[in-house]
């Protein structure tokens, strides 16, 4: 009846017909039979790492509900001819009515299908029996009921091999199948099958079996074996046999044969032909310390043992990727598939090594890697990448650095702090003026803590544009050539230097202290003492408020400019929290211009918080006819925020302070980009022209040029040495 059909494992069956005929003895002969096959799965249960499949199979079985034809996919060795000959079973199981999920064992139909001689179940190699003929032979074979159960069960390996005419024989019998008939094709490459056939079967996509799957099944094998193989030589197993259990087991049968009943970790990478993994800890150790000795002894055992070096290799860019993966975050060694004594070995080693040498040294060795497969002499190409890989060091210098300038930072911030504070007489201000708090965490002052003129005897530190000069220094701190002198903190623009010398100045303008570049400026002329204490200004301005509002110009003054905002202020909403009762503005003389009220007006609106940014800063001023002043914006959205705030108290009361003939603000689209600017577009203007003439000025200087050829150096980005410098982002 099947003689048709050409059948496979022929010699499987013979041989296990004839350890059933050895009786007694068989127990002797049977560890001869390979592991792959003794441990073959009998049952769904048993089938590791495709529970999706199973599951819906004893479903469909316990439903009723079988398929006439199904597909199974997946790599080789993941379990799809062991799962069809456990479906075949489960059909034609003898211990109960009909199909089962789960397949007594022991009846004749089980053990028959177990040992490969049942005439029901008909095994065909997809490769060998390919042409139109052979499934010729096979349609006429299925019209024969099954001798002894209840279904015909054709099991085609590598289906994916049949000829194209051989598919389109198929197809009618597909189509309309005998109702005894159930057929089961396997194949590695679902993608060559014809669209004809995938819409008649039932599909299943086989999953590649999980490392930590595949030894957990090798330790039982093991245990069942009584081999004592170590369980990192089972991962090697594991991982040689890259998720096909069946692979993964004839690998056992190998070591089993070679090292016997026991194995080290050490004997299986022999058999195996794998890579020492010591060697490979040497090489990256010796990367990471920067030790070139070690790594070319590394490369020379490598070498020596007659391990492939594009092996070798690629196990290194495994290594260095677990060893990154490691150090990254706690959780994230959870992706690095190694036993626990590596895995303590890389989380020591991670630890020595900033991520940043590790990606470069990845980077470095994949290069090799691609180099090394196609080199004449790849040996020489790995030594030659030492050089390279020992000498990648961390990147830390600029972080130094910048660990380094904060440092000086809050000592020159700790020395100012108490040099101010042996002027004060009232011990209540200690708190508000703690200056040997870092710069960030200065407490906001609030608004309402700093009436406008305050005791002479008291320093408030205090936010604001206005410039504490030297000369508080000078009517309070002992002695003149102290700190101030010492370094010089370049700064922004010195304006009203000698006007603010005069104590009066002092005791109405709070001081300032700023973060910035600890930059000497380059100066052609020696200022003197003088000069340079009164310059000695620390600002913090920028960092925590935009500038307070200009002080009213005094008659006699009037011929100062009024202090002009320069940059782009940050504002933090915290630190500029509104107080509860408003404080209105200090009104103008009357000498002032409509320009300087108007600017005073939008100063005192900044001060009001980030909610006021954008009327104050992105706005400008378009005309004014009473009651109105008209002001455009440049954009949609701003003029949104603009007008949710344009009516608040504070507009009003700033208006009716400093412009007593308006009383509201008109807001408008500005047509496109042109006039007028907002003072955000003017002080970025401005800052762009101010590092456009800084540039220049660097460039053009003879002295510049020589510094710069001295030191092989080029001119990066200038950056104004009054704004900020760009502080590393760590939590202190
Ligand atoms: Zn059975």
């Known amino acids: 009846m099947c003689e048709g059909a050409k059948v496979s494992h022929e010699a499987d069956r013979w041989w296990c017909r004839d350890l059933a005929s050895l009786g007694a003895r068989s127990e002797n002969v049977m560890s001869y039979v390979a592991i792959a096959r003794k441990w073959r799965p009998t049952r769904f249960e048993d089938i590791v790492g495709q529970g999706h499949v199973t599951r819906t199979l004893q ?11 199904f597909l199974f996919t997946g790599a080789r060795g993941v379990g799809k001819t062991t799962c069809a000959r456990v479906l075949a079973r489960a059909l034609n199981c003898e211990a109960g009515d009909g199909a089962t999920p789960d397949p007594c064992g022991t009846c004749g139909s089980c053990s028959e299908i177990a040992s490969g001689s049942a005439s029901d179940v008909i095994e065909i190699d997809g490769a060998s029996n390919n042409s139109v003929d052979d499934i010729r032979d096979l349609r006429d074979s299925v019209r024969y009921l099954p001798q002894r159960g209840r279904r015909k069960i054709y099991i085609v390996d590598e289906v994916h091999m049949l000829s194209r005419g051989a598919f389109n024989a198929l197809l009618k019998t597909l189509e309309e199948p005998p109702a005894h008939v159930v057929f089961i094709f396997a194949t590695t490459e679902p993608h060559k099958i014809p669209d004809t056939i995938l819409s ?7 999953k590649r079996i999980p490392m930590v799957t595949v030894v957990e099944r090798l330790q039982k094998v093991c245990e069942g074996e009584g081999l004592k193989i170590s369980e990192g030589g089972l991962r090697l197993i594991a991982r040689a046999g890259e998720g096909s259990m069946r692979d993964s087991q004839s690998l056992l049968d190998r070591i089993a044969s070679f090292a016997g009943d026991a194995a080290t970790t050490e004997q299986v990478a022999e058999v195996l032909g794998l890579v020492d993994r010591a060697l490979l800890y040497d090489m990256l150790e010796g990367v990471v310390r920067g030790e070139a000795d070690r790594c070319l002894d590394a490369i020379d055992r490598v070498d020596a043992y007659g391990f492939d070096l594009s092996e070798f290799t690629s196990e290194m860019l495994e290594l260095i990727r677990n060893a990154t993966l490691v150090g990254l975050s706690p959780g994230s060694k959870r992706h690095v598939d190694v036993p626990e004594d590596e895995l303590d070995r890389l989380i020591a080693l991670a630890k020595d090594v900033s991520s940043d040498v590790l990606v470069r040294s990845f980077h470095v060795m994949l290069e090799v890697h691609e180099q090394v497969a196609r080199a004449p002499r790849p040996r020489m190409v790995l030594e030659m990448a030492v050089a390279r890989l020992v000498s990648i060091r961390p ?16 000592r020159v911030l700790h020395q100012v702090g108490s040099g101010a504070r042996l002027g004060r007489s009232s011990p209540a201000n200690e708190s508000e003026g703690d200056s040997q708090a870092p710069p960030r965490a200065i407490s906001a002052p609030q608004n309402v803590a700093s009436p406008p003129v305050e005791s002479a005897s008291v320093l408030s530190f205090r936010r604001g544009p206005l410039r504490k000069r030297a000369a508080t220094a000078a009517a309070t701190a002992p002695a003149p050539e102290s700190a101030p002198a010492a370094i010089h903190f370049q700064r922004g623009p010195l304006k009203r230097a000698s006007a603010e010398l005069r104590p009066e100045a002092v005791l109405t303008e709070p001081i300032e202290f700023a973060r910035r570049e600890l930059i000497e400026a380059p100066r052609t002329d020696a200022p003197s003492a003088e000069q340079l204490e009164a310059e000695v200004d620390f600002e913090r301005r920028g960092l925590l408020e935009a500038p307070a509002p200009a002080p009213p110009p005094d008659p006699s003054e009037s011929n100062l400019p009024i202090p002009q905002f320069e940059g782009i202020p940050v504002s933090v909403a915290a630190a500029t929290a509104e107080p509860e009762v408003l404080i209105p503005p200090m009104p103008l003389p009357a000498t002032a211009t409509m320009e300087q009220r108007l600017e005073a007006l939008l100063a005192y609106l900044e001060r009001g918080g980030a909610r006021f940014d954008a009327l104050a800063l992105d706005t400008a001023f378009a005309g004014a006819s009473a009651p109105a002043i008209r002001l455009v914006c440049p954009s949609e959205f701003k003029l949104r925020v603009t007008r949710s705030v344009q009516d608040h108290e504070r507009v009003k009361l700033g208006l009716s302070t400093l412009l007593p003939e308006y009383s509201r603000l008109e807001l408008q689209l500005r047509s496109g980009d042109g006039p007028p600017r907002t003072r955000r577009e003017e002080a970025r203007l401005a800052r762009e022209a101010r590092i456009r003439e800084l ?9 510049h040029q020589q510094f710069l050829d001295r030191f092989g150096a080029r001119l990066g980005a200038v950056v104004p040495a009054d704004e900020p410098p760009p502080l590393p982002t760590q939590s202190r």
């Open 59 to 69: 479903n469909a079985i316990r439903l009723e509900r079988v398929h006439h034809a």
């Open 200 to 206: 008649r079967v039932q599909r299943f996509d086989f």
């Open 395 to 410: 990147a830390r210098g600029m972080d130094q650095l910048l660990e380094r300038v904060e440092l000086l930072q809050r």
């Open 695 to 703: 540039t220049n000025a660097v460039t053009t200087r003879p002295l």
